[in-house]
């Protein structure tokens, strides 16, 4: 797509975006960018640092409003690809705007729930209790009584974000065709990522259903509370919830006159953060002060499910052997862990990073565990990435940011507790399941299956090649060490099938000698040796010879 395109199709909101950059001393970059034509004589755009430019860019995305003030709060927690000073610039970012009319929000109630809004509510605040770019916060009574918070879509909100959407989805075409970096960074990938983030934000449903998710988390912990949905009283553009009424997590003059008790309340938060993370894969994604409020008996409610995070089996395995690994001071072990993440490409300097990656473990090794800033760490590998252009999966940069803003409460609560110590549990009872016998063979068997399919499938794939190299269309782009992973990782399948079918072969072997025995009523013997007691040996030897390999190699 070229950028006389992108102008005509959002000609006015295009202007207004280059515009407000312009005046924001970017006039440089754009023309460097390929979108304008000129720099500005005044601006000083090449000679900006890196804390100027974060500055400028903050006061930039702030003005152009809810879409771009929350690409800047995604990119601060992506510190594997954005400078720590810029990064640092984009959380200050405020989410604050000023409310818009209640006769509005009268209008969208009503449209949204079919009824006269004194139908639906016995009591409706005219003043909202918060604002935000995306919407507004009302207090309100159910007809049956019960208090509740009302959270409404800003009026033509979806449209003007719809656009926005739109121009950078463009923009992030335009720049991959133009530019060596925004190919290297796929950009276009990262923003269509952001724009799903952003659409389900806008619709409150699935804000809805992760707080109903996460309240399944904890139906039988009375100390976490989850505030309830009223579905009859919610659409994509409003969402009913109960009010809590507690004391904010950061008020701490207020948990003291109160008699709240500060260390546990840590512990029972750091305890149901990691679980929702590493037991569940499925957690709060914005744990700041303004979303957990405290109820009687230290009771934990969290509130605002807008932003999630997930982590899948293989993450959570990778995050706790990364902390284990780190511990223990192995290097190696790490960079196996980042490879088999499979985040390193090609490109990747190995002998650079390996030597980035000593220098962070050397740092922790033999520190003891409440000494260590879990947060730091998150970091510390955020920008050894950054400096080796590997992007990380998304999902560990929300889990980073959660844990980073978990962190900063927590050493107000009580500095004593250590989150990477209160980690440590969890991380081990996730080894311990990855690596119990019953997991052990089901992940096995699904490997054995998978394998076979691959070598099922493997003449038809083969005849699909030659046909390919007979019409002269076929194209490669392999380089020596990728074809030694090939290679390497087609031996070690083979190998591991041919060991099973081996071991599988045995056994029916061993079985027809034992059905045979007993049908005949004798002993098996072969020159005076007991040949089934010497079968099962061999046999229970070479499944425990296979399930240690499969150990060994950290694949199942």
């Known amino acids: 797509m070229d950028l006389l395109k992108i102008r005509i199709r959002h000609t006015k909101r295009f202007q207004e975006i280059i515009n407000v950059f312009l005046r924001n001393g970017f006039s440089h970059f754009l023309f460097r960018l390929g979108l304008t034509n000129r720099a500005s004589s005044t601006d000083s755009g090449s000679e900006m640092n890196m804390q100027d430019a974060g500055v400028k860019l903050r006061h930039a995305l702030q003005e152009l409003g809810p879409t771009f003030i929350k690409l800047g709060q995604i990119a601060s927690s992506r ?16 989410d604050h705007v000023a409310s818009f009319p209640f006769s509005k929000v009268r209008e969208i109630v009503e449209a949204e729930l079919e009824e006269p809004l004194e139908r639906l509510f016995s ?12 919407g507004q916060v009302h207090i ?16 033509d909100i979806r449209p003007n974000v719809e656009t926005d959407l739109s121009i950078l989805s463009d923009l992030a075409r335009f720049l991959e065709d133009n530019t060596d970096w925004a190919k290297t ?13 952003l659409e389900d934000e806008l619709d409150y449903r699935v804000e809805g259903r992760n707080s109903e998710r996460i309240a399944k988390q904890f139906e039988e912990d009375p100390y976490v509370h989850i505030p309830q949905v009223y579905w009859d009283f919610s659409t994509d553009k409003v969402l009913t919830m109960e009010m809590v009424h507690g004391v904010k997590v950061n008020d701490l003059e207020k948990l003291d006159t109160g008699g709240y008790d500060r260390k546990l309340i840590a512990r029972r938060i750091v305890d149901s953060m990691f679980h929702q993370i590493l037991d569940e894969g499925f957690f709060h994604g914005d744990p700041h002060p303004g979303n957990i409020y405290i109820l009687p008996e230290n009771v934990v409610s969290y509130l605002d499910f807008g932003m999630v995070g997930r982590l899948d089996n293989e993450l959570k395995y990778h995050f706790a052997t990364l902390l284990i690994h780190l511990r223990d001071g192995s290097t190696e072990d790490m960079i196996d862990t980042f490879s088999a993440m499979g985040i390193l490409s090609e490109n990747t300097d ?3 990073f390996t030597r980035d990656v000593d220098d962070l473990q050397t740092r922790y090794y033999d520190v003891s565990l409440n000494e260590v800033s879990l947060g730091s760490i998150f970091v510390e590998l955020f920008q050894v990435a950054y400096r080796h252009h590997i992007i990380i999966p998304s999902e560990i940069s929300i889990l980073g940011k959660a844990i980073l803003t978990l962190e900063g409460l927590i050493a107000k609560l009580d500095p004593e507790l250590s989150i990477m110590e209160a980690v440590e549990p969890f991380g081990k009872r996730l080894m311990w399941e990855r690596y119990n016998p019953k997991n052990l063979l089901e992940n096995s068997w699904k490997d054995f299956v998978e394998n076979i399919e691959i070598l099922t499938n493997l003449p038809k794939d083969l005849k699909a090649i030659t046909t390919t190299i007979r019409k002269g269309k076929l194209q490669l782009d392999i380089n020596v060490q990728q074809v030694q992973v090939f290679l390497g990782r087609l031996d070690r399948i083979s190998n591991r099938l041919s060991f099973s079918i081996i071991l599988l072969s045995f056994s029916i072997l061993m079985v027809g000698l034992i059905i ?11 020159w005076q040796f007991p040949i089934i007691e010497a079968g099962s040996i061999i046999a229970s030897l070479m499944f425990l010879f296979l399930i240690y390999t499969i150990i060994r190699s950290g694949r199942m």
Request: charged residues 25%; without cysteine.
């Open 516 to 526: 045979g025995s007993a049908i005949a009523g004798q002993t098996n013997l072969l």
């Open 123 to 134: 009591h409706f605040e005219e003043e909202p209790l918060a604002s935000a770019s995306i």
């Open 350 to 352: 190995m002998r650079a």
């Open 79 to 94: 510190r594997d690809l954005v400078p720590p000073e810029i990064a640092f610039e984009l959380e200050k970012l405020q």
């Open 140 to 155: 309100a009574h159910l007809p049956s009584g019960e208090k509740v918070a009302v959270k409404v879509q800003r009026p």
């Open 185 to 197: 960074y796929h950009l276009r990938d990262m923003i269509i990522e952001f724009s799903r983030s």
